[in-house]
């Protein structure tokens, strides 16, 4: 019978990681582009509304922008970060550039009512369900 050896599986699965991130950092490094920024998020769904939970760390509510048209709710940003001229990287892992996540909703959206808060950069964003009220294309962040 074959005897597994489950910490050198692990062990060669972490150096094939860290030899690709490696070549990354050295692609991105030459280009001089970043991978971009896709914020992470949860939706979840209550009896009376939807909730969407963004990731936006590093962000103010200023650089975020919320619309909501035609059923689709879209969230956009700009996430960046500022280093002296010259500045050398021993290591670059934050994500930095521009962002836009769209969702369509269901029908039965209130969209008047759609409310959003940022705290500690974490942006919530309630979408109330079974509403008739007029459209509305801009949401601002409380």
Request: charged content about 30%.
């Amino acid at each position: 019978m074959s005897h597994f050896n489950f910490s050198e599986i692990e062990q060669r699965l972490n150096e094939l990681g860290e030899d690709f991130s490696g070549f990354m950092d050295r692609v991105v490094s030459k280009t001089g582009k970043s991978g971009g920024f896709m914020p992470s998020l949860d939706v979840v769904k209550k009896d009376d509304a939807i909730i969407l939970i963004i990731d936006l760390p590093g962000m103010e509510k200023s650089d975020v922008v919320i619309s909501h048209r035609d059923q689709v709710l879209s969230v956009s940003g700009k996430r960046s970060t500022s280093y002296a001229d010259g500045t050398e990287f021993l290591k670059k892992e934050r994500s930095t550039g521009s962002f836009n996540r769209s969702f369509t909703l269901p029908e039965n959206v209130n969209s008047a009512d759609i409310k959003a808060s940022m705290k500690q950069g974490v942006l919530e964003i309630t979408v109330p369900l079974k509403g008739d009220a007029e459209e509305s294309e801009t949401i601002i962040i409380e």
